[in-house]
């Protein structure tokens, strides 16, 4: 398409302004967080006066962001891992059975997405506290808990996407697998899982993704021990001042993981979207 | 995409196996009945215990005078009938009155910012179409946002809209001079427009990601068909891409309007418990009029509602999409 001047320009001036858009608050971020507290606390300034590293030293000092991490990544990374089995079979069973109640069965769990969080978040609290009491297991204010709510949150869309993804996988390579012996759950592992590996990785980013930046749940949930970053970032506020050049040094350490992860796994997720989710 | 390029059942050898791709015939028959359900029974049991009990307790809630005294057993609060729901939609009560400008300022966002996201979303999809040098640095980037975490990217925000010392009013005010005095954005009438801004920026790079996505099934012959009948850009846009967009549109569009009216996280992290009323989205209204006043009763009235309009709305709107969709294409 030889396109004309004039739609070159426009395309210009548009992801120009728009790259400006995008990248704002990550310059602000990154430049906020080299400054000394003097600094972010006057007027903001485009180019710093002097440049340190201190506040990413003091982050871990001014509040446990060590511990709260390891939180983050423990829940996050078990909610994924967990979340990711189980929408695989289910996946695999949607994808490749017929049976009674399957639809009921996709769209009873794709509608659970639509479900306002704030309509579950006190009904589920008082089911764990009363699972706490009843069995001993303690539901509320632990890992176990934010994980078990976590990985319900992905497994709607982890689920659909998959079906996607299996669909277009030719059901002769199940056939095959099994003419050489293969059951099922073998077929599942050795052919579906391996040709699915894209859409799979998709599916986990998007998990471990949803799992790390939740925000409600982990505010309600979680107790002193238990906090992860969504909530222990709050912490660098105090009553009277902010640290906001920690509050941004803390931010971006908590943000590079995911950020640097997502991109290199983003064709991934394109790849992923187009075979499950664009139909 | 080709699905039928992919499904090979109408071979009849296939089909005679199982329907479905099921296993060989020697396994017993009760066996392949049990195996999908045993294969969706975790998830069902996740479901169950995490969304739909939990949401059926809510509605259970809704029809009792829940106060903090029992929640330890709600179960043995007093039956309330439709008292919440009646305190909730009295719209000239404190309360009815409070819902109703929380509920119409979530309509109004949320119809500003998915046509907001959904524009961007497009537009830089289809500027991103063909290739030009700096395009995949510029594909990448502008999948940031989204990669994100959500506390952090508001967070910032929200020290861009420090009154003081924040680079917004910086740029307006100190920099062109818009203004008397330095603005507020985050308390007031302008907190609006700071939680636009934020729910944009943070959203937009979905659309853009699902348009892309969509772009890619656009046969490349069929633009140069049209450049040979000497249809210019923009007719191509027309006549093209966005009808081939449409399916996919449907399904972003409502995504997009579930996710911003129920989104709790932006306005959380960017006000705290207590949004100003310009911008107090229904979400945060329920969960901060609830434990302001411990009365859960109400707040799950307000959620049920909350969910019946929902319902409703996506109801209506995919009734009216995939009906216009059977005649077309399927």
């Given at each position: 398409m030889a396109a004309p001047r004039s739609f070159l320009w426009t395309r210009r001036i548009f992801l120009t302004l728009l790259t400006a858009f995008v990248v704002l608050p990550v310059f602000v971020m990154v430049s906020s967080s080299l400054k000394p507290l003097e600094d972010v606390s006057g007027k903001f300034q485009w180019i710093p006066s002097g440049l340190t590293i201190r506040p990413y030293i003091d982050i871990w000092e001014t509040v446990p962001l060590a511990d709260y991490f390891v939180n983050s990544i423990v829940v996050a990374g078990a909610a994924t891992v967990f979340s990711v089995v189980v929408a695989i079979f289910a996946a695999y069973g949607v994808s490749r059975y017929d049976f009674r109640g399957k639809r009921v069965f996709t769209v009873t769990v794709l509608s659970t997405?639509?479900?306002?969080g704030i309509l579950f978040l006190l009904p589920l609290f008082l089911i764990y506290v009363n699972i706490g009491n009843a069995t001993g297991i303690a539901l509320f204010g632990s890992r176990e808990g934010l994980v078990l709510t976590y990985l319900t949150f992905s497994l709607p869309f982890s689920i659909w996407m998959l079906t996607g993804y299996f669909d277009s996988i030719p059901r002769e390579l199940d056939e095959a697998a099994k003419v050489d012996g293969c059951g099922p759950i073998k077929a599942l592992f050795r052919v579906i899982v391996p040709a699915a590996s894209p859409g799979i990785i998709a599916v986990a980013v998007y998990a471990f993704m949803t799992a790390w930046g939740e925000v409600l749940f982990a505010s309600v949930m979680t107790n002193d021990t238990t906090r992860t970053l969504a909530v222990g970032l709050q912490g660098y506020a105090t009553q009277n001042d902010v640290y906001w050049n920690q509050v941004m040094a803390a931010s971006l350490v908590v943000s590079v993981p995911v950020v640097v992860g997502f991109l290199l796994l983003q064709r991934y997720l394109v790849a992923g979207l187009t075979a499950g989710a664009v139909k | 995409m080709t699905r039928t390029a992919v499904a090979p059942t109408s071979d009849p050898a296939v089909r005679k196996a199982a329907p479905g791709g099921a296993p060989a015939p020697r396994r017993s028959g009760r066996r392949r009945i049990a195996l999908p359900y045993l294969l969706l029974l975790p998830a069902l049991l996740l479901e169950l215990l995490v969304h739909l009990i939990p949401m059926l307790m809510g509605i259970g809630m809704s029809f009792k005078e829940l106060t903090q005294f029992y929640i330890r057993d709600w179960s043995s609060a007093p039956w309330a009938g439709l008292d919440n729901f009646a305190v909730s939609i009295d719209f000239d009560a404190p309360v009815g009155q409070a819902l109703l400008k929380s509920f119409l300022t979530t309509c109004l966002f949320t119809v500003l910012s998915v046509a907001l996201c959904w524009f961007l979303g497009t537009a830089a999809a289809i500027f991103l179409q063909e290739e030009f040098r700096g395009r995949g640095i510029l594909r990448t980037l502008f999948l940031v946002p989204y990669a994100l975490p959500v506390y952090t990217a508001v967070i910032t925000w929200a020290f861009m809209f420090?009154?003081?010392?924040?680079l917004i009013n910086h740029v307006l005010h100190d920099q062109l001079g818009i203004g008397d005095s330095p603005a507020f954005w985050l308390i007031g009438d302008n907190s609006f427009w700071a939680l636009l801004v934020v729910s944009v920026w943070k959203g937009w790079p979905f659309a853009f990601l699902t348009v892309m996505a969509g772009l890619q099934n656009i046969p490349r012959d069929m633009y140069e068909a049209a450049a040979l009948d000497g249809a210019g850009v923009l007719k191509q846009i027309r006549h093209i891409t966005l009808p081939s967009l449409r399916p996919v549109n449907q399904i972003l569009v409502l995504v997009l309007f579930l996710w911003t009216f129920n989104d709790f996280n932006t306005p959380f992290v960017l006000f705290g418990e207590a949004a100003p009323e310009a911008a107090d989205l229904i979400s945060l209204h329920i969960y901060q009029s609830s434990f302001q006043t411990w009365n859960f009763g109400t707040g799950s009235a307000m959620s049920v509602l909350l969910l019946l309009f929902l319902l409703v709305v996506t109801g209506v709107y995919l009734l009216l999409t995939t009906r216009g969709r059977k005649t077309s294409d399927v």
């Amino acid at each position: 398409m030889a396109a004309p001047r004039s739609f070159l320009w426009t395309r210009r001036i548009f992801l120009t302004l728009l790259t400006a858009f995008v990248v704002l608050p990550v310059f602000v971020m990154v430049s906020s967080s080299l400054k000394p507290l003097e600094d972010v606390s006057g007027k903001f300034q485009w180019i710093p006066s002097g440049l340190t590293i201190r506040p990413y030293i003091d982050i871990w000092e001014t509040v446990p962001l060590a511990d709260y991490f390891v939180n983050s990544i423990v829940v996050a990374g078990a909610a994924t891992v967990f979340s990711v089995v189980v929408a695989i079979f289910a996946a695999y069973g949607v994808s490749r059975y017929d049976f009674r109640g399957k639809r009921v069965f996709t769209v009873t769990v794709l509608s659970t997405q639509m479900f306002p969080g704030i309509l579950f978040l006190l009904p589920l609290f008082l089911i764990y506290v009363n699972i706490g009491n009843a069995t001993g297991i303690a539901l509320f204010g632990s890992r176990e808990g934010l994980v078990l709510t976590y990985l319900t949150f992905s497994l709607p869309f982890s689920i659909w996407m998959l079906t996607g993804y299996f669909d277009s996988i030719p059901r002769e390579l199940d056939e095959a697998a099994k003419v050489d012996g293969c059951g099922p759950i073998k077929a599942l592992f050795r052919v579906i899982v391996p040709a699915a590996s894209p859409g799979i990785i998709a599916v986990a980013v998007y998990a471990f993704m949803t799992a790390w930046g939740e925000v409600l749940f982990a505010s309600v949930m979680t107790n002193d021990t238990t906090r992860t970053l969504a909530v222990g970032l709050q912490g660098y506020a105090t009553q009277n001042d902010v640290y906001w050049n920690q509050v941004m040094a803390a931010s971006l350490v908590v943000s590079v993981p995911v950020v640097v992860g997502f991109l290199l796994l983003q064709r991934y997720l394109v790849a992923g979207l187009t075979a499950g989710a664009v139909k | 995409m080709t699905r039928t390029a992919v499904a090979p059942t109408s071979d009849p050898a296939v089909r005679k196996a199982a329907p479905g791709g099921a296993p060989a015939p020697r396994r017993s028959g009760r066996r392949r009945i049990a195996l999908p359900y045993l294969l969706l029974l975790p998830a069902l049991l996740l479901e169950l215990l995490v969304h739909l009990i939990p949401m059926l307790m809510g509605i259970g809630m809704s029809f009792k005078e829940l106060t903090q005294f029992y929640i330890r057993d709600w179960s043995s609060a007093p039956w309330a009938g439709l008292d919440n729901f009646a305190v909730s939609i009295d719209f000239d009560a404190p309360v009815g009155q409070a819902l109703l400008k929380s509920f119409l300022t979530t309509c109004l966002f949320t119809v500003l910012s998915v046509a907001l996201c959904w524009f961007l979303g497009t537009a830089a999809a289809i500027f991103l179409q063909e290739e030009f040098r700096g395009r995949g640095i510029l594909r990448t980037l502008f999948l940031v946002p989204y990669a994100l975490p959500v506390y952090t990217a508001v967070i910032t925000w929200a020290f861009m809209f420090q009154r003081d010392n924040g680079l917004i009013n910086h740029v307006l005010h100190d920099q062109l001079g818009i203004g008397d005095s330095p603005a507020f954005w985050l308390i007031g009438d302008n907190s609006f427009w700071a939680l636009l801004v934020v729910s944009v920026w943070k959203g937009w790079p979905f659309a853009f990601l699902t348009v892309m996505a969509g772009l890619q099934n656009i046969p490349r012959d069929m633009y140069e068909a049209a450049a040979l009948d000497g249809a210019g850009v923009l007719k191509q846009i027309r006549h093209i891409t966005l009808p081939s967009l449409r399916p996919v549109n449907q399904i972003l569009v409502l995504v997009l309007f579930l996710w911003t009216f129920n989104d709790f996280n932006t306005p959380f992290v960017l006000f705290g418990e207590a949004a100003p009323e310009a911008a107090d989205l229904i979400s945060l209204h329920i969960y901060q009029s609830s434990f302001q006043t411990w009365n859960f009763g109400t707040g799950s009235a307000m959620s049920v509602l909350l969910l019946l309009f929902l319902l409703v709305v996506t109801g209506v709107y995919l009734l009216l999409t995939t009906r216009g969709r059977k005649t077309s294409d399927v």
